[in-house]
Each structure stands twice: as structure tokens, then as C-alpha cells.
């Protein structure tokens, strides 16, 4: 007498496909919600001061520079500190209460404590001088800062979209005297024309300037 109906020889191999089905499943989920991309695009924290980017460095047009003063020369990007914002709010909207932390902060001397809000792991490093001089935008890795009343993270800054930049660099440089131009590339590809020109223009470059970004592992980390 026949224990099982004849459908149940094909259990095993549904098993074997649902256990194999389940665990792709399983690895696609850690790699989409582990990823910089689900956990940290987009991360926006509250700082002391409500500094409006979007009104600053969009309606005034002021240089990302001007604040953020060292990326040209130092691997690290500085925070503005109290006297660059009393340099024009010493003058310009002295009784706001939004800028009480800055006076507090300049009567002190207490530095005002900003939140960063792009976080790199200890064992990474990157050098703003060298990607700002040689002409990496500063949107390309913080995206419209000249839109964002609330500064928030724009890009994963995972390796693998590192590397993106690093194996097609002529799809990111501008001229370098267009890094804080925070709309340029943006404009720039709207127009095909216009864009093929500057790839043009950046393979040239790339060739006559020795443009290499490394892709070996002690590049960036220690």
C-alpha cells in the first residue's frame, strides 16, 4: 500500500529551490537595508543653529569657500568657525534669535557644537584638496547644498560609489574653477552637446594632466 500520493517525489526539489529561493531573498535584503544607501542617504541632523544653506549659498550665492575655508589645502573639510559667521553677523541681523548660539558662542569663546553629516568609517580616508584641485565639484559628493535649507547626506559615500567616480572620472571633473558651482554638471547634462564636449574636454585632460585615481585598496584605506 502506498504511503505518500505520487505528487509528494517532488518535494524534495521544491524544498531544495524554496531553501535556495528564501536565502537569495535573505542576502538581497542584507544588502539592500545594510547598506549606506538605506541607512544613511538622507540622513539630516538638527544643528545648534538653523543655518539656511539654501537662502546663503543659494539666494546670496556665497562661496562654499568662504566658509568651509581649508578644503584646498587640507584633507579635511573645516566647520566655519564663530568668527566667519560674526564677520558678516556682527554686522547683519545682530538681534536675531537664531543666531543667539553664534553671540553666545563669541562672547564665550565656546566653539558652537555643529553635528557633522558626512560620517567616513576610521578606516577610510579621504582627501578634499586633492579631489577639490583637481576639480571633483563639490555637488558631485554633497549634492545641491545650494537647495537644502537643512543640510542632509545626498550620496552613500560607499566604496562602490567611490569607485564609480574613480573608474570614469571624465563623467564628474568640471573646470576647477567651477567646483563650488554646485549646478553646473547638472546644466551641463541637460545639453548632450554640451556634455559631450566637457568629456571631450576631461579625456584630454585625464591624458595631458596624468589623471589616475587610484583603485588599489591602500588608496584609501590604511
Known amino acids: 500500500m502506498q504511503l505518500f500520493p505520487r505528487?509528494?517525489?517532488?518535494?524534495?526539489t521544491v524544498s531544495l529551490f524554496?531553501?535556495?529561493g528564501g536565502g537569495v531573498f535573505v542576502v538581497l535584503l542584507a544588502w539592500y537595508?545594510?547598506?549606506?544607501e538605506f541607512y544613511e542617504v538622507g540622513y539630516q541632523p538638527d544643528q545648534p543653529v538653523p543655518y539656511n544653506h539654501a537662502f546663503h549659498a543659494g539666494e546670496l550665492g556665497m562661496d562654499c569657500r568662504y566658509c568651509h575655508n581649508h578644503v584646498e589645502q587640507s584633507p579635511?573639510?573645516?566647520v566655519p568657525s564663530t568668527q566667519t559667521c560674526m564677520n558678516c553677523h556682527g554686522v547683519v541681523a545682530t538681534d536675531s534669535e537664531k543666531l543667539l548660539p553664534v553671540r553666545e558662542s563669541w562672547a564665550t569663546g565656546v566653539p558652537i557644537e555643529w553635528v557633522k553629516v558626512h560620517h567616513l568609517p576610521d578606516y577610510?580616508?579621504?582627501?578634499?584638496?586633492?579631489?577639490v584641485n583637481i576639480g571633483v565639484g563639490c555637488a558631485s559628493c554633497h549634492g545641491r547644498i545650494d537647495q537644502m535649507e537643512v543640510v542632509y547626506q545626498a550620496e552613500p559615500l560607499s566604496m562602490g560609489w567611490c569607485l564609480e567616480?574613480?573608474?570614469?572620472?571624465e563623467e564628474h571633473l568640471v573646470p576647477p574653477?567651477?567646483?563650488t558651482n554646485l549646478a553646473y554638471l547638472e546644466e551641463i547634462k541637460q545639453d548632450d552637446e554640451r556634455y559631450a564636449q566637457l568629456i571631450s574636454t576631461n579625456l584630454e585632460r585625464i591624458e595631458n594632466e596624468g589623471i589616475k585615481p587610484p583603485q588599489n585598496c591602500s588608496a584609501c584605506h590604511y
Do not use: I, T
Open 177 to 179: 574653477d567651477e567646483v
Open 124 to 131: 577610510a580616508q579621504f582627501n578634499h584638496s586633492v579631489h
Open 76 to 78: 579635511h573639510a573645516n
Open 18 to 20: 524554496g531553501a535556495l
Open 165 to 169: 567616480c574613480h573608474r570614469a572620472p
Open 7 to 12: 505528487k509528494a517525489n517532488a518535494l524534495p
Open 33 to 36: 537595508y545594510l547598506s549606506p
